[in-house]
């Protein structure tokens, strides 16, 4: 009776390991992800309310450090840490925003997966759709997941019809700075500004 317990023990030490350990599939990450978005956005609570946990759901889901860096492009090669730092902890509040405020105007948006292309083992784009409504035509959405971690895919970039916000992003800082003869403070401000409007 012992031996078969030890068994039972082993056998189901090894399956919830496994649970563990199993990596999530990116198409299965992004489902997931705007799913519990989209519960969110279909519970009747404040508009406050719903901002707050899609900011919560963002900070689980989205590489923030990884974006905000590829948005601030060649100009963060000349930012000290403490620049750095600075730049982070803006561009946090801004993208938590502006994500957050955006995606509340929708009111239960369904998105279906239907595909995905492994560029190589740190990126994979996942294909979506949002489906149309009496409001909105269908909206084609790639997910750029990064996935070097596998235990821990991260949003990088959403393509929306082809254009990607990331890029956009990248677009509008660099003008801040090419208006302001390249000083970081200038976009600084603009993000806390943003922040706190």
Same mark, same amino acid.
């Given at each position: ?7 039972? =023990? ?16 990116? &198409? ?25 946990? *899609? ?9 923030? !450090? ?29 993208? *938590? ?25 740190? $990126? ?11 409001? !909105? ?6 997910? !750029?997941? $990064?996935?070097?971690?596998? &235990? ?14 990331? !890029? ?12 302001? &003869? ?6 600084? &401000?603009? =993000? ?6």
């Amino acid at each position: 009776m012992n031996n078969i317990k030890k068994i039972l =023990l082993i056998v189901l030490f090894i399956s919830l390991h496994h649970s563990f350990v199993y990596s999530i599939e990116p &198409d299965v990450f992004v489902q997931s992800t705007v799913n519990r978005a989209s519960q969110i956005l279909s519970k009747n609570i404040s508009k406050e309310q719903k901002i707050d946990e *899609l900011k919560s759901i963002a900070k689980e889901t989205v590489d923030i !450090r990884g974006v905000g860096f590829y948005s601030l492009g060649s100009a963060r090669k000349n930012l000290d840490e403490d620049q750095k730092k600075i730049f982070f902890d803006l561009f946090e509040s801004y993208f *938590l925003k502006s994500f957050s405020s955006r995606l509340s105007e929708y009111t239960n948006p369904k998105i279906e997966v239907n595909g995905k292309e492994v560029l190589n083992k740190n $990126y994979t784009i996942v294909n979506s759709i949002l489906i149309a409504t009496n409001e !909105r035509p269908e909206i084609k959405i790639d997910w !750029r997941i $990064y996935t070097k971690n596998p &235990d821990n895919p991260l949003i990088r970039d959403l393509i929306i019809e082809g254009l990607s916000l990331a !890029r956009t992003q990248k677009e509008e800082f660099a003008s801040i700075l090419n208006s302001n &003869d390249g000083d970081i403070n200038a976009l600084f &401000d603009t =993000l806390e500004k943003f922040s706190k409007n």
